[in-house]
T-cell receptor, first 113, second 115 residues
Framework: GESVGLHLPTLSVQEGDNSIINCAYS??????FIWYKQESGKGPQFIID?????DKRQGQRVTVLLNKTVKHLSLQIAATQPGDSAVYFC????????????FGKGTLLTVNP | KAGVTQTPRYLIKTRGQQVTLSCSPI?????VSWYQQTPGQGLQFLFE???????NKGNFPGRFSGRQFSNSRSEMNVSTLELGDSALYLC??????????????FGQGTRLTVV
């Protein structure tokens, strides 16, 4: 069935380092991908998205890379800060022109001061 | 601009009861999706509504249902509650009907506990 999985359930980094969070997806028909950040007690917060016709997209301190050949997504966070500590989810839209997000299990990022 | 509003924030129900959760999307957003989040299964898609029509449905039993009103507000209902229905229920709204031309914005969720 459709699934989006994360290789690492936890990631611990030092403040100021760069972080890389990886994600594998299985539905080759998915054409839109999103990274979300979820802090304790809150709903997921949009970080960055990418369409399947792109392989890289940059935001403020974040970059998403998409490798369709191996069905792999990654989120890079530059100069990681303590406020970046959260669970990060990748999601793929498997609903075609409609919204039907399939989420990965999540990676807990801990930033040590 | 107000965000996605979900009410109530917390609910405690007894097995066998039913529950209705409410979601008010961001003004102007016409697509509303519902997700269930549990520690074991993560975030799972329940259903998506646009213009009062259910467009997509996840793999949940018929006890889970929803609807959308003409003002885009949405409700989901769970009947005959089971202990396993304890979860954080999240609602997300998005702006367009032409596909994901904008990210889905999530509310803070309703924490449902079934005892």
């Amino acid at each position: 069935g459709e699934s989006v999985g994360l290789h690492l359930p936890t990631l611990s980094v030092q403040e100021g380092d760069n972080s890389i969070i990886n994600c594998a997806y299985s539905n080759s028909a998915s054409d839109y991908f999103i990274w979300y950040k979820q802090e304790s007690g809150k709903g997921p917060q949009f970080i960055i998205d990418i369409r399947s016709n792109m392989d890289k997209r940059q935001g403020q301190r974040v970059t998403v890379l998409l490798n369709k050949t191996v069905k792999h997504l990654s989120l890079q966070i530059a100069a990681t800060q303590p406020g970046d500590s959260a669970v990060y989810f990748c999601a793929e839209n498997s609903g075609g022109s409609n919204y039907k997000l399939t989420f990965g299990k999540g990676t807990l990022l801990t930033v040590n001061p | 601009k107000a965000g996605v509003t979900q009410t109530p924030r917390y609910l405690i129900k007894t097995r066998g009861q039913q529950v209705t959760l409410s979601c008010s999307p961001i003004s102007g957003h016409r697509s509303v999706s519902w997700y269930q989040q549990t520690p074991g299964q993560g975030l799972q898609f329940l259903f998506e509504y646009f213009s009062e029509t259910q467009r997509n449905k996840g793999n949940f039993p018929g006890r889970f249902s929803g609807r959308q009103f003409s003002n885009s507000r949405s409700e989901m209902n769970v009947s005959t509650l089971e202990l396993g229905d304890s979860a954080l229920y999240l609602c997300a709204s998005s702006p367009t009907n032409r596909g994901p031309d904008g990210e889905a914005f999530f509310g803070q969720g309703t924490r449902l506990t079934v005892v």
